[in-house]
């Protein structure tokens, strides 16, 4: 830089710099580099949204009243969790059990929100608690700002704790799993034809299915034991409590009055089967096994190629008689 003229120091200062270690000039250069540079969050650290969002336990439920719920994704990816892919929001009151399921076609928040206001729609009683995992679809500031805007009390769970969400993750494995099944659905296409095997289900499982719920439960040494109210449909549950308006009474009563449950439970079969028409299929190839030639597997009565088993050894035995 002196060379070309772009640096002129004097010599005192050009002694300096020469004997300047590598410790020294980051010291000095520091204040410059933070106002250069954004400051960088510290690797580990929790997110001012988290913090900002109280937990919730399972045994810090007691007994809320109708209207305080339990969320969470379920996940329809098959086998593999590569791409995209649609994904079931199930919603679990506490009170009452009252779930209702609704599908997304993307996961992404403001989706979600969209949906969740759908949902609120279709709930007999008002929303009044959210509590959710630690999925970043659920802990952002589009989730908080919308429940902070509506009133609703928004709370987590620990994480990595799945009994803080029993209720929920019980309905998972109880009306999802056993409706929709193991299989990859994507698209547009899938999301409707989900909708179409929810709107049945949600009337059919809140009406006619009783659910058991936990009384009480005592602990004597290693041993456990729970006591739980008589099983009710979440329909009997949300009558027969006090802190249900007459309103929602109402309401209630004359929702369950018109349904059928031998023609809801024929709309479920016939939208699972359209379902299953509809499902995402494999796309890749199965690689050819090692060791075997596309002409061994064709012919089946070379002694050489014969195909595993009790037929192979059959074949074997017909072709050495």
């Known amino acids: 830089m002196e060379r070309h003229g772009h640096l002129a120091l004097t010599a005192e200062v050009r002694t300096s710099l020469l004997w300047m270690s590598a410790a020294t000039i980051d010291r000095g250069l520091r204040p410059q580099r933070e106002q250069c540079s954004p400051k960088r969050r510290r690797a580990g650290a929790i997110s001012t949204i ?12 007691r007994d809320p009243p109708p209207g305080y719920v339990e969320a969470d994704l379920f996940a ?21 059990g009252w779930t209702e399921l609704a599908p997304l076609v993307v996961r992404e928040q ?11 729609r279709r709930l007999p009683f008002p929303l009044l608690g959210f509590d959710t995992d630690n999925d970043t679809v659920f802990i952002n500031e589009t989730v908080r700002d919308y429940c902070a805007t509506e009133k609703i009390e928004f709370t987590r769970c620990r994480p990595y704790r799945k009994n803080d969400q029993a209720h929920v993750e019980q309905k998972n494995g109880d009306i ?9 659905y994507e698209g547009v296409a899938a999301a409707e034809q989900l909708a179409k095997l929810y709107a049945p289900a949600r009337l059919f499982v809140n009406a006619f299915q009783p659910c058991f719920k936990l009384a009480e439960k005592t602990r004597n040494g290693a041993q456990v034991k729970k006591r739980y109210h008589k099983p009710l449909t979440p ?32 709309e479920i079969r016939s939208a699972q089967r359209a379902l299953l028409r509809s499902r995402t299929r494999r796309t890749t190839r199965r690689s ?20 595993p088993g009790k037929v192979g050894r059959f074949v074997r035995h017909l072709s050495r008689s």
């Open 110 to 120: 403001t989706v979600l929100v969209d949906v969740l206001r759908e949902v609120r």
């Open 176 to 184: 999802v799993r056993r409706m929709v099944g193991y299989r990859r």
């Open 76 to 96: 329809h990816s098959g086998p593999v969790t590569r791409g995209s892919f649609v994904q079931t929001l199930v919603i679990t009151d506490i009170a009452s």
């Open 235 to 266: 329909c009997d549950r949300l009558l027969t409590d006090g802190r249900v308006d007459a309103v929602s009474r109402q309401r209630i009563a004359e929702l369950r009055a018109d349904l059928d449950p031998v023609r809801l439970l024929a």
């Open 288 to 307: 050819r096994p090692r060791g075997r030639s596309r002409r061994c597997r064709s012919t089946a009565s070379s002694p050489g190629c014969a195909p």
């Open 50 to 61: 988290r913090r900002s969002i109280p937990v919730r336990t399972f045994s810090d439920w």
